[in-house]
């Protein structure tokens, strides 16, 4: 818009310069066609309509009616432009607010879950564990569907929610730490560690979500120059931060999988069990336990430790 008008006042100005004799602009019944007063002329035609000082005669006032309409349509314009930008702004506040309450919700049911979780795994409750989990990855597919569809259809990210964002980063990776815990319980079946599993790889997999759609946000180019400045410098900081966030998440997560991957559980008792050959030890082939762990993916010693708890408990041999 700036550059039609822009454009517009330089084409009147030439004209009015260079117009022949009763076709220009006249001040006191003489021809003025310079250029400074030509440009004055289109100036104040184009914002104020004009003082009077200056009359266009002839074709000249075809001209001017045009920089008349031109002129009211560029106010009309700005003006509505500047009404659609405080609506919009005003929409956009609230918007903002509703998903940062949603967020903050979110966060606190996570917690909730968490402090139960922590109970239950401290009285080596299994069910509880097991009930809790579930009901954890149901509000965690929540969770990502909505932070999935305002990322992509609401610029969830790109102002203002950035704080509840990073809150409920810092409670997800603090609800890792009793999900990895819970499946070192040796009471875990194979059901519950199924679970452990989905939920762990939906809280990694919602992190990085958050993380990929602030690093890759686009900033909406209105405001001014410190603002756009500023803000740029704040998404960097917390990219950064959130970065290291992610990487001890995997980390702890990691650390966490290892640790229980030393830990017989019922879980792994149940996959051993089910690889073991019918029949008596002594007829089974002879390094059979090496078989087993290639199957399960688990260590020799591990596949043999598992297979003497087994037959402690009276559960091998297996029946024909």
Same mark, same amino acid.
């Given at each position: 818009m700036?550059?039609?008008?822009?454009?517009?006042l330089?084409?009147?100005?030439?004209?009015?310069?260079t117009?022949?004799?009763?076709?220009?602009?006249?001040q006191?019944?003489?021809q003025?066609?310079d250029?400074l *007063?030509?440009?004055?002329?289109s100036?104040?035609?184009?914002?104020s309509?004009?003082?009077? *000082?200056?009359?266009?005669?002839?074709?000249? $006032?075809?001209?001017t009616?045009?920089?008349?309409?031109?002129?009211?349509?560029?106010v009309?314009?700005?003006?509505g432009k500047?009404? #659609?930008?405080r609506?919009?702004a005003?929409?956009? /506040?609230?918007?903002?607010?509703?998903r940062?309450?949603?967020l #903050?919700d979110?966060?606190?049911?996570?917690?909730?879950? $968490?402090?139960?979780?922590?109970?239950?795994i401290?009285?080596?409750?299994?069910? *509880?564990?097991?009930?809790?989990?579930q009901?954890l990855n149901?509000k965690l597919?929540g969770?990502?569907?909505y932070v999935?569809f305002?990322?992509?259809?609401? #610029?969830?990210?790109?102002?203002?929610?950035?704080?509840?964002?990073?809150?409920?980063?810092i409670?997800?990776?603090?609800?890792?730490?009793?999900?990895?815990?819970?499946? #070192?319980?040796?009471?875990?079946?194979?059901e519950?560690?199924?679970?452990?599993d989905?939920a762990v790889?939906?809280?990694?997999?919602?992190? =990085?979500?958050?993380?990929?759609?602030?690093?890759?946000?686009?900033?909406d180019?209105?405001?001014t120059?410190?603002?756009?400045?500023?803000?740029?410098?704040a998404t960097?900081?917390?990219?950064n931060?959130?970065?290291?966030?992610?990487?001890?998440l995997l980390?702890?997560?990691?650390?966490?999988? $290892? =640790?229980a991957?030393?830990?017989?559980?019922?879980?792994?008792l149940a996959?051993?069990?089910?690889?073991?050959?019918?029949g008596?030890l002594?007829?089974w082939?002879r390094?059979?336990?090496?078989?087993?762990?290639?199957?399960?993916r688990?260590?020799?010693?591990?596949v043999? $430790?598992a297979?003497? =708890?087994?037959?402690?408990l009276?559960? /091998?041999?297996?029946?024909?």
């Amino acid at each position: 818009m700036w550059i039609v008008s822009v454009f517009v006042l330089l084409a009147s100005t030439i004209y009015f310069a260079t117009a022949p004799e009763g076709h220009g602009i006249e001040q006191a019944g003489a021809q003025k066609s310079d250029l400074l *007063d030509a440009a004055y002329f289109s100036v104040v035609t184009l914002t104020s309509l004009g003082y009077g *000082d200056y009359l266009p005669v002839g074709v000249g $006032r075809i001209v001017t009616c045009g920089l008349v309409f031109f002129g009211l349509a560029a106010v009309a314009l700005f003006i509505g432009k500047l009404a #659609s930008e405080r609506s919009q702004a005003t929409l956009f /506040l609230l918007h903002t607010s509703d998903r940062d309450r949603r967020l #903050s919700d979110f966060s606190a049911a996570m917690a909730g879950v $968490r402090e139960k979780l922590c109970i239950s795994i401290d009285n080596a409750n299994v069910n *509880d564990v097991s009930r809790l989990v579930q009901d954890l990855n149901g509000k965690l597919e929540g969770v990502s569907n909505y932070v999935a569809f305002h990322a992509h259809h609401s #610029s969830l990210g790109v102002y203002g929610n950035a704080p509840a964002l990073n809150r409920m980063l810092i409670e997800l990776k603090a609800l890792s730490r009793p999900i990895v815990g819970a499946m #070192s319980l040796p009471a875990i079946d194979t059901e519950s560690q199924r679970r452990l599993d989905v939920a762990v790889g939906r809280i990694v997999s919602l992190v =990085k979500l958050v993380i990929e759609m602030q690093s890759n946000r686009v900033l909406d180019w209105t405001g001014t120059v410190l603002t756009r400045i500023g803000f740029a410098k704040a998404t960097t900081d917390i990219s950064n931060a959130q970065r290291k966030l992610e990487n001890g998440l995997l980390a702890e997560i990691e650390l966490g999988r $290892r =640790k229980a991957a030393t830990v017989i559980t019922e879980a792994v008792l149940a996959q051993v069990l089910s690889a073991c050959p019918a029949g008596p030890l002594q007829n089974w082939p002879r390094h059979d336990h090496k078989r087993i762990a290639v199957e399960l993916r688990l260590s020799n010693k591990f596949v043999t $430790r598992a297979i003497e =708890k087994l037959r402690v408990l009276g559960r /091998l041999p297996k029946a024909k």
